[in-house]
C-alpha cells in the first residue's frame, strides 16, 4: 500500500495520525497492493473542486474520487472546515480529521451518502472502525 499526503492547508497537521487511520483502513477493509492519495485543502480550493466536479459551489468537508487499476482513489479533505465542524460536533480536530477521513475512504469502496440511508449506514461504518481501533 502506497499512501501519498500532501498538506495544502495553511495549517500543522498530524499526518502520521491520518496515515496511520489509512493503513488500519486499508487492513481492516482487506484492500490489496492499492494506492491512495489524500489532499489537505483549505476553503478555496475545496469550493473549486466542488463546483468542477459535483456542481455545487459550497464548501464540503471531503471529496472522494475513485480510481482504477492499483489507484484505490483520491481523498480532498478542507481542513478549515474539519476545525469548524469540531467544534459543531463537539469533537477534537483530530477525530473529526479522522472521522472525515474515514468517511472518504468508505466512499473509495463504493458506500454512498446521496440518501439518508446511506448516510447513516456510512456514519455507523465509520464509528464502528474508529472504535475497534480507538482513533
Same mark, same amino acid.
Given at each position: 500500500?502506497?499512501?501519498?499526503?500532501?498538506?495544502?492547508?495553511?495549517?500543522?497537521? &498530524? *499526518?502520521?495520525?491520518?496515515?496511520?487511520?489509512?493503513?488500519?483502513?486499508?487492513?481492516?477493509?482487506?484492500?490489496?497492493?492499492?494506492?491512495?492519495?489524500?489532499?489537505?485543502?483549505?476553503?478555496?480550493?475545496?469550493?473549486?473542486?466542488?463546483?468542477?466536479?459535483?456542481?455545487?459551489?459550497?464548501?464540503?468537508?471531503?471529496?472522494?474520487?475513485?480510481?482504477?487499476?492499483?489507484?484505490?482513489?483520491?481523498?480532498?479533505? &478542507?481542513? &478549515?472546515?474539519?476545525?469548524?465542524?469540531?467544534?459543531?460536533?463537539?469533537?477534537?480536530?483530530?477525530?473529526? *480529521?479522522?472521522?472525515?477521513?474515514?468517511?472518504?475512504?468508505?466512499?473509495?469502496?463504493?458506500?454512498?451518502?446521496?440518501?439518508?440511508?446511506?448516510?447513516?449506514?456510512?456514519?455507523?461504518?465509520?464509528?464502528?472502525?474508529?472504535?475497534?481501533?480507538?482513533?
Amino acid at each position: 500500500m502506497r499512501i501519498e499526503i500532501n498538506n495544502r492547508a495553511k495549517s500543522k497537521i &498530524d *499526518l502520521n495520525l491520518v496515515e496511520s487511520a489509512v493503513k488500519k483502513f486499508v487492513h481492516f477493509y482487506k484492500i490489496k497492493s492499492k494506492e491512495v492519495s489524500i489532499a489537505l485543502v483549505g476553503d478555496v480550493e475545496i469550493r473549486k473542486l466542488n463546483q468542477t466536479y459535483r456542481g455545487k459551489k459550497e464548501i464540503t468537508d471531503v471529496l472522494a474520487f475513485a480510481g482504477g487499476g492499483e489507484l484505490l482513489g483520491e481523498i480532498v479533505i &478542507d481542513y &478549515d472546515q474539519i476545525k469548524r465542524q469540531a467544534g459543531q460536533f463537539g469533537n477534537n480536530v483530530k477525530a473529526e *480529521l479522522v472521522f472525515v477521513l474515514v468517511h472518504g475512504l468508505l466512499h473509495l469502496l463504493d458506500y454512498d451518502d446521496e440518501t439518508e440511508l446511506g448516510r447513516w449506514e456510512m456514519i455507523k461504518k465509520g464509528e464502528e472502525f474508529i472504535k475497534k481501533f480507538k482513533m
